[in-house]
């Protein structure tokens, strides 16, 4: 039995609702927690584990975790759960979205928890007359297979771009109303589908795969570089296909299409077991416990390598952009003409000499 610190980093001027989601989730279900092995305590020092459950409020680069008091003292004990689509493993534990060949000890794939509170994405039973093959609904802007998928098509299949739609949702430009209708379309078109396309988005893992599971049908799982949690009996309840050969989805799905019914039922109940609400807390304790047992190099030293991730690309060009950015504005500063002084007493303008 292991006792859990849950926390967040998230700055104060950063503590949304989406930044403490993943702590919210998880406080929720450690309460509801079917497994009853491991709690929660508040004292660092009793601690078996200390968890930080954070997205992007501790900064991109988890900046807000690395230097928090907790983690320069129990270091060893510390570990992060994060569902950020791109991510480098700054402190170990469980990521959503891990690419496969920055996977190590210090690491261990994880899901996304905020489609806990997705209230549209309840079980109904898969049946044999459901009226579509396979199905796609989502933004196709954000993987170049995404936008492959368009040519993949079949008689009873069903594909809709909502690039629009997720673009007015990720800047806050949908009302309310409308983005209930939005995800209640989604959940609709889902529960009618027998194989759901699960394409890799910004990040290689999609929460549709979980919203999959948890409405009981089979996620076809498009990403190369994902790489699934240990656990669930993934080849019993999913299928995989590679990027490139998206293709040959129709006559695949046709071929398996009798076993539709019994897959979905099992991936429910997979997520029951591994991701619900009751079992999300318990998994994650687990995972965090597991990687504590195979160090082998203390973390203070395993950390170390990590740092070269911030020569990739997509890192470097964020890690660039703030001193960029700064140094442009000290640059316009500089060129601003100095301030026009008045005089303490009169009030009136002094004009510079220029004679």
């Not at 049946?127 to 492959?148: H, I, K, Q």
């Not at 759901?196 to 996620?219: D, K, N, Q």
């Not at 203070?300 to 740092?307: E, N």
């Amino acid at each position: 039995m292991a006792k859990v610190i849950l926390l967040s980093a998230a700055a104060e001027d950063a503590q949304t609702d989406y930044n403490l989601a993943a702590l919210r989730a998880l406080l929720t279900s450690a309460a509801a927690d079917l497994f009853r092995v491991h709690s929660l305590t508040d004292d660092p020092a009793a601690a078996d584990v200390i968890l930080f459950a954070d997205l992007c409020g501790a900064g991109l680069h988890f900046q807000q975790i690395r230097g928090h008091p907790l983690v320069r003292r129990y270091r060893e004990k510390c570990f992060i759960f994060c569902s950020n689509a791109s991510v480098i493993p700054f402190l170990p534990g469980v990521y959503a979205s891990i690419e496969k060949r920055w996977c190590s000890r210090r690491t261990r794939s994880g899901f996304h928890v905020d489609l806990l509170q997705n209230d549209f994405a309840n079980y109904t039973r898969p049946t044999e007359d459901l009226p579509y093959l396979f199905s796609f609904v989502g933004s196709t802007d954000n993987a170049p297979v995404r936008r492959r998928l368009r040519d993949v098509t079949h008689e009873r299949s069903f594909f809709r771009d909502t690039a629009d739609e997720f673009n007015r949702v990720l800047h806050d430009r949908m009302s309310a109303e409308e983005r209930l209708e939005y995800y209640r379309q989604y959940v609709e078109i889902t529960k009618s589908t027998k194989f759901v396309l699960c394409p890799r988005g910004v990040g290689v893992a999609t929460i549709r795969l979980f919203e999959t599971m948890r409405m009981g049908r089979v996620p076809v799982i498009i990403s190369d570089d994902w790489v699934q949690p240990t656990g669930p009996a993934w080849e019993r309840f999913s299928i995989r296909v590679r990027e490139s050969e998206v293709a040959t989805i129709p006559q695949l799905l046709e071929r398996r299409e009798r076993e539709a019914v019994a897959m979905g039922e099992l991936a429910r109940d997979q997520w029951e077991q591994w991701f619900s609400e009751r079992a999300a807390f318990h998994r994650v304790v687990e995972w965090c416990l597991e990687i504590k047992r195979e160090r082998r190099v203390p973390e203070s030293l395993a950390r170390i390598p990590v740092y070269l991730q911030l020569l990739r690309p997509v890192h470097l060009r964020h890690s660039l952009r703030r001193p960029w950015h700064a140094l442009r504005e000290r640059f316009a500063e500089s060129r601003r003409p100095a301030a026009v002084p008045r005089t303490a007493h009169s009030g009136v303008i002094e004009r510079p000499n220029v004679g």
